[in-house]
């Protein structure tokens, strides 16, 4: 008696919260051509904490911002979740923009003559969304600004406007937030505040974050450092420290320039 082989479980394979394929991103031409990216594959998982970073000029913020549609990439594909960025219209990376990214820059970029809750709730006001408040209250219990929602941005440390800019980035629940030097107009303190929130985010909500940084601390707090020299990912790590971290920038041989024209 033969018995029959069990069905075929085939399992849903979730597309990875933002990826490049074969990158290139060239800026000017002639003498004055430079070659910021250079062919860069990488995949960011979802639900994790990903650093990436290098020297000044590897590339980093130029891979952080053409992964975000904020630059035209010169070839090569990108997308998030499972929408290619590259090829949309100008209303097409608005809308992705809108309901699919989140960002926090170095400079807080908040708007001075709104309050704390008005700032966060910004981007869903322009989007015509209404907020879920039980969504809204946890960002804010995270962030720890529930006495601080009705003071303008002069009223608030820096550490507390970043932590505003957070709760703004994460309270229309994002598919992927990018983070250009979040702490890096923030002294020590303020600093580990912010980069705990965001580690937070991660392990207990399941936010994915991706943070370009030349801070070895604030690579520790990461799942996953990408490191790129001269536009091209030359390591990574797993499960960093700051120890780890500085050896593996100190080791890095920065390869030499390719002859390869696009």
């Not at 879920?132 to 608030?156: A, E, K």
């Not at 598919?175 to 207990?204: I, K």
Request: hydrophobic share 40%; proline share 5%; with cysteine.
């Amino acid at each position: 008696m033969t018995t029959a082989a069990p069905p075929l479980i085939r399992q849903r394979v979730e597309p990875a919260a933002a990826r490049a394929s074969q990158l290139w991103k060239v800026y000017g031409s002639g003498e004055a051509q430079v070659t910021a990216l250079r062919g860069v594959d990488v995949e960011l998982e979802r639900g994790r904490f990903t650093a990436i970073m290098g020297p000044s000029g590897s590339g980093k913020s130029t891979l952080m911002h053409c992964l975000a549609g904020l630059d035209a990439v010169s070839r090569g594909q990108v997308f998030v979740g499972d929408t290619e960025v590259t090829g949309l219209n100008d209303a097409g990376l608005t809308r992705l923009r809108r309901e699919k990214i989140g960002f926090i820059f170095q400079q807080f970029n908040l708007l001075p003559t709104l309050t704390a809750q008005e700032n966060i709730l910004l981007p869903l006001a322009i989007a015509g969304r209404k907020p879920d408040q039980q969504w809204f209250r946890t960002v804010i219990d995270t962030v720890g600004l529930g006495d601080r929602l009705g003071h303008r941005p002069s009223q608030l440390s820096g550490g507390q406007q970043q932590r505003v800019a957070c709760a703004r980035a994460l309270v229309s629940r994002p598919e992927v937030v990018f983070a250009d030097e979040p702490t890096g107009n923030l002294d020590s303190r303020s600093g580990a505040e912010v980069l705990g929130f965001l580690r937070r985010s991660v392990t207990e909500y399941g936010q994915t974050i991706v943070m370009v940084t030349h801070d070895a601390v604030a690579a520790s707090y990461a799942d996953r450092v990408v490191f790129l020299a001269d536009g091209q990912i030359v390591a990574e790590l797993t499960g960093p420290t700051p120890e780890r971290v500085l050896d593996t920038l100190k080791s890095l041989d920065r390869p030499a320039p390719l002859e390869t024209e696009l």
